[in-house]
């Protein structure tokens, strides 16, 4: 495949409330791929009560290494909870496709099916596209932002300790790289780009970081269990979405043809 190289600026995730952001880099554009979903698409996990509203089961308090605090569901667009999706593509299963512009993550499943989850993406002037390797994967990882961030942010530094790889904060529930990180490189180099938790759930569906892929921290523990180390990972980029290069499918005897789904 061809790939048309661009520069792009250094990127900061923003991912916490108090703290703000994490250090992102790609320097790469997408290459065209055959992305062939179907458009059936099947409904979100189904809704309980709980004491804080509406709760999907996957989004209840966890107790791992720290504790994770469940989510209000109510107070996201019911698209971005966890689901699992037709989505039949060339990609082989294990293979990761992030459409940016509809805030979805899908991990490629076999038997033309994909588990879709809703993220947060980079926001004007720091989006970035292209193709990556899931070189290693971390639970509740220290954040380590770049001297470029400390230097603007000075008031982040009382946060911050001298850790085993530099200057950071230690992984824990006010970490913005939040539950768990995949850390994305290429050509052998880190990106600075990750795909990783938040202890800022709510901002999921939105255009909020500055290149990092977001995901409630439920959501990110749920990927990294099932994403191998050395897995591809491809975000569309120059305004392509996955419903863009969907390729018409004849639609069976006594079968209408669904409207896509992006």
């Known amino acids: 495949m061809r790939h048309s190289r661009r520069r792009l600026l250094a990127g900061l995730c923003v991912a916490s ?4 952001l994490a250090g992102c880099q790609s320097t790469s554009t997408p290459a065209p791929s055959a992305y062939l979903p179907t458009t059936s698409v099947l409904p979100a996990t189904p809704i309980t009560m709980s004491s804080l509203g509406f709760i999907a089961p996957d989004y209840g308090p966890m107790q791992d290494k720290f504790p994770v605090a469940g989510i209000d569901t109510k107070k996201l667009d019911r698209k971005y909870l966890r689901q699992e999706v037709d989505f039949v593509t060339t990609e082989p299963p294990g293979t990761v496709v992030v459409d940016p512009q509809n805030k979805f993550l899908y991990f490629v499943q076999p038997g033309g099916r994909a588990i879709r989850y809703g993220v947060g993406v980079g926001k004007a002037g720091f989006a970035w596209s292209g193709e990556a390797t899931i070189n290693s994967k971390q639970e509740w990882p220290d954040w380590y932002p770049p001297k ?10 009382p946060q911050l300790t001298q ?6 904060m230690h992984g824990g529930p006010g970490n913005p790289l939040g539950a768990r990180a995949m850390y994305l490189w290429q050509g052998g180099k880190d990106t600075l780009f990750r795909i990783h938790g938040t202890v800022e759930p709510y901002s ?9 892929i977001r995901m409630i921290n439920q959501d990110a523990i749920d990927l990294y269990n099932r994403v191998q180390v050395g897995a591809r990972v491809v975000v569309l980029g120059n305004g392509t979405k996955v419903s863009d290069i969907v390729k018409q499918q004849k639609p069976q005897p006594n079968q209408t043809t669904p409207p896509k789904a992006g």
Request: glycine letters at 18%.
């Open 204 to 212: 999921i569906g939105s255009n909020v970081s500055s290149g990092c």
């Open 17 to 20: 409330v108090a703290i703000g």
């Open 163 to 168: 850790l085993q790889s530099g200057i950071g």
């Open 148 to 157: 470029e961030m400390i230097d603007r942010r000075p008031d982040i530094k």
